[in-house]
């Protein structure tokens, strides 16, 4: 492996690819009968859905109430800019601080927790996020949520670009989804990242070898919860608006389910993957017939079922193949 | 003596409803203990038994024709009693459908299960949603257990009784059948080590089968005695599973007595603030859990198992 060394530690060739795709995507979706703003929400939960794998992929820790801390950030967002001053890093600092607040709250209490017990009081803890946005009116609007949430220009101090048309948001979400696919990558091949992959393998050796397994548990726990905090500031820019849905026990469904279907058990590329597949699939689907839900459920168990490892594990078992194929042709040179 | 008078309706609906959560709980627990299987299903089937039993009291069956019309004509509480039996066994049945689908997943990530149910659960309620609809609907129960009556100047709800009484009736028999069957004390060494009661020579892959089966069944005949409580909605099963979580967590993985007192606790919970702050009343068993694993890491009466690994 020589990704450890010079821009190659930064950049991959499956990142340029994925950019240029994503860059381009706006000349493009209306031509293939898609429309913009499906762009604004499939990075949006690209960045939700790749922050959510390092706990699930990379640490093996199942959070079914990822949703709460996409809730916090999208309520920060909106109530900075509601109560505060509107201004588009700040909204997104709130988001990340408030997501990262409750996340670390949470894991406080989770980070003893393994298999069974974790998965429960993950599901308890959402729930209780979820039923504090609905009852808590003074601050959330209850069931209708906050509405009417600006959409402030981006401030770069000497000059300051407009966020209004669905567009230069998709591109503004877009440069988040850079930082936040890169800054992943660093991490995970990071010490840090080994760590977290050890605890995965095997949680108790991890701990034998010296490492605070509770801390690193904790942290990465929160740090998962504050990139689902951008992705939720983001979302109530792009919604203008912040309801109780998003914290939903089916919304925090639906990312495990993306990151399953796309293969991110045994790849960084799977949570992006399944993010496009659910918006597509929701759109295509849907067109076809109002039970969407339905069949893409039944895929999911199909997936489940047949080929765990998702649309990337596919994948790399297809090029597997193919290079064994291609070195047994070389090989009989030798016979 | 008056203030505990007035609360006394709150602590029956509370003890009745906390025990409907505990029979949910035990189903799910029987399947984690033999599978190892989050089944997150068990709402959705809870919710399916309710419709079900629904369609099976009627009251207008067209399906068969005559047949139809003198089934109708059947006393309502016959149907009823007829309901309670039949929606449960077929809910089983679609039970035993799902463990077929999960074999695959034995073995692997426990994760694997738990995702695998989680569409199970979505399929489930978009079917209800096809065939019944997605509107609030009514699940008819007889006259002699609904209606309200005046007793020491309080009005109680006869059906409140009905469903802490039948409730406990329903512990009572599964806490018969667990240990004072030779079925029982299978399923129970299968919860505790599903290996070696293989290598005992019995035939894994049925007992799967079968606890698979009966414990969505609990979670189905919960449902019946519910849906006059709550109404019937294709995502209601969301709001009794989570309910049944929490008791799990709360009684302890894996202890029957723990799920049983830990109902008990929840619904007093409930059915107290519900007095007081009703708007609230839902969020109090958050917070008693929360106050309980701050103290007690595995619950009231968890031990460790393998399902921690």
């Avoid at chain 1, 450890?4 to 860059?23: C, D, E, H, Q, S």
């Avoid at chain 2, 802490?164 to 505790?192: D, N, Q, S």
Wanted: hydrophobic share 55%.
């Amino acid at each position: 492996m020589d990704a450890n060394t010079g821009i190659k530690a930064w950049i991959t060739r499956p990142m340029l690819i994925t950019f240029a795709v994503l860059v381009s995507l706006p000349f493009w979706i209306d031509s293939v009968g898609l429309y913009q703003y499906l762009g604004v929400e499939i990075v949006i939960w690209m960045v939700f859905a790749l922050g959510y794998n390092l706990l699930l992929g990379y640490t093996g820790l199942p959070s079914f109430g990822h949703g709460a801390y996409f809730g916090i950030g999208a309520y920060a967002f909106g109530l900075s800019q509601l109560h505060l001053t509107q201004s588009v890093w700040l909204g997104l600092f709130c988001s990340m601080l408030f997501a990262a607040l409750g996340g670390a709250a949470v894991a406080a209490f989770l980070s003893h927790r393994r298999g069974i017990y974790f998965a429960l009081l993950t599901i308890a803890f959402g729930q209780v996020f979820w039923f504090l946005s609905i009852k808590w009116h003074t601050l959330t609007g209850g069931e209708d949520g906050l509405l009417n949430i600006p959409r402030p220009d981006l401030e770069f101090g000497v000059f300051s670009v407009s966020l209004d048309s669905n567009q230069a948001l998709y591109y503004f979400a877009l440069a988040m989804f850079v930082i936040v696919v890169i800054g992943l990558w660093r991490l995970i091949h990071s010490p840090y990242g080994t760590v977290i992959k050890a605890i995965k393998q095997n949680e108790m050796r991890t701990g034998f070898i010296g490492y605070n397994v509770w801390l690193y548990k904790w942290s990465v726990f929160t740090l998962s919860a504050s990139i689902a905090g951008l992705a939720g500031g983001l979302f109530s820019m792009a919604q203008e608006s912040a309801y109780p849905d998003v914290m939903s026990l089916h919304a925090s469904g639906f990312v495990v389910m993306m990151v399953l279907i796309g293969g991110g058990m045994v790849s960084f590329w799977g949570p992006v993957i399944g993010a496009a597949v659910y918006f597509l699939a929701r759109d295509m689907l849907g067109a076809a017939t109002e039970t969407w839900l339905l069949w893409y459920g039944l895929m999911f168990m199909a997936v489940v079922m047949f080929k765990p490892e998702g649309i990337a594990g596919a994948w790399q078992g297809f090029v597997r193949r193919r290079d064994a194929s291609a070195d047994a042709e070389k090989k009989p040179v030798t016979g | 003596m008056d203030f505990l008078l007035n609360l006394a309706p709150h602590l029956i609906n509370g003890i009745g409803l906390g025990l409907l959560f505990a029979l949910i709980a035990l189903g799910f627990m029987l399947i984690v203990g033999v599978m190892e299987v989050i089944n997150l299903a068990h709402g959705s089937l809870f919710a399916l038994g309710a419709y079900f039993a629904m369609m099976i009291i009627g009251p207008e069956p067209q399906w068969f024709g005559s047949m139809g019309e003198w089934y109708v004509g059947l006393p309502a509480g016959l149907r009823y009693s007829i309901a309670l039996v039949l929606a449960p066994i077929l809910v089983g049945l679609v039970g035993m459908l799902l463990e077929y689908c999960l074999r695959g997943t034995y073995g692997k990530d426990p994760l694997f299960g738990l995702l695998l149910t989680f569409g199970a659960a979505m399929v489930i309620e978009e079917l209800i949603r096809v065939f019944w609809g997605s509107g609030e609907q009514v699940l008819q129960i007889p006259a002699a257990i609904s209606g309200a009556f005046i007793w020491n100047g309080l009005i109680w709800s006869s059906y409140r009784f009905f469903a802490a009484a039948f409730a406990i009736a329903a512990i009572f028999m599964v806490w018969l059948f667990l240990e004072r069957t030779p079925y029982g004390a299978i399923i129970k060494a299968g919860a505790h080590d599903s290996e070696m009661v293989r290598a005992l020579g019995i035939n894994l892959s049925r007992l799967r089968l079968f606890v698979f089966g009966f414990g969505v069944m609990l979670a189905a005949l919960a449902g019946i005695i519910m849906a006059p409580i709550w109404g019937l909605r294709p995502h209601v099963g969301v709001d009794a599973v989570i309910p049944a979580f929490l008791i799990i967590v709360l009684g302890g993985v894996g202890s029957f007595g723990g799920a049983v007192v830990a109902g008990v606790l929840v619904g007093l919970t409930v059915g107290i603030t519900s007095a007081y702050a009703s708007e609230w009343s839902l969020m109090s068993m958050y917070l008693l859990l929360i106050v309980v694993i701050t103290f007690r890491a595995r619950g009231l009466f968890g031990k460790k198992s393998v399902l921690e690994n």
